[in-house]
């Protein structure tokens, strides 16, 4: 990685994006300071301009950036840094400093937290003891949220058709999981069909 850091008087723009949403959280500057220590810490630090000085995001509120990838641009003068934040980005408590309150992309979020609680094998866990039943009884969990779907939407309570849609996409998630694929997976496939 070779950022110019003299194109911009020796700062860069970084933005800082939800590695699992991929929510734009904030815009930042980074020297050449600020980016070593964040590769070496493995948390977002910036050049602070209000301040003058290297600022670690989360060093008062314990909200940090932790570093998923560093990527720059085409013309090497701009950093993109996917993070998973550790609590609100922005100082307001918001989500992203955007102002964009959204559940977009949180069905990522809940495919690792889908995650955790299988490899934490938890006997309280309904999740984790789901998938220990194996793909059979997990494939006739979706096919039975699948048909309750079906009936509500011939009915017209939209509380109860949106209840079990999240049933069948949490139910899809786990399944997924017993094949070993993500989400992504199947994201993929969509995309290679959209000609």
Sequence with gaps: MQINFEKSAGLVPVVIQ???????????????????????????????????R?????????????????LEDCDNDTLLIKVFPQGPTCHTGSTSCFAEETARGFLYELEKVI??????????????????????????????????????????????????????LYHFLILLKTKELKLEDIEQVLKGRHK
């Design 18 to 52: 939800n590695a699992n949403t991929l929510q734009v959280l904030m815009l930042g500057y980074m020297n050449e300071e600020a980016l070593e220590k964040t590769r070496a810490e493995g948390k977002v630090t910036f050049f602070s301009r209000s301040k003058n």
């Design 115 to 168: 995650e955790q609680r299988i490899a934490e094998k938890s006997e309280n866990s309904y999740t984790s003891k789901l998938f220990s039943r194996g793909v059979n009884k997990v494939a006739q969990k979706v096919g039975e949220e699948a048909v309750e779907l079906v009936i509500e939407a011939k009915d017209n309570d939209i509380d109860l058709f949106k209840n079990e849609a999240a049933d069948l």
């Design 54 to 70: 290297l600022w670690t995001k989360g060093e008062t509120s314990g909200n940090y950036l932790i570093v998923s990838e560093i």
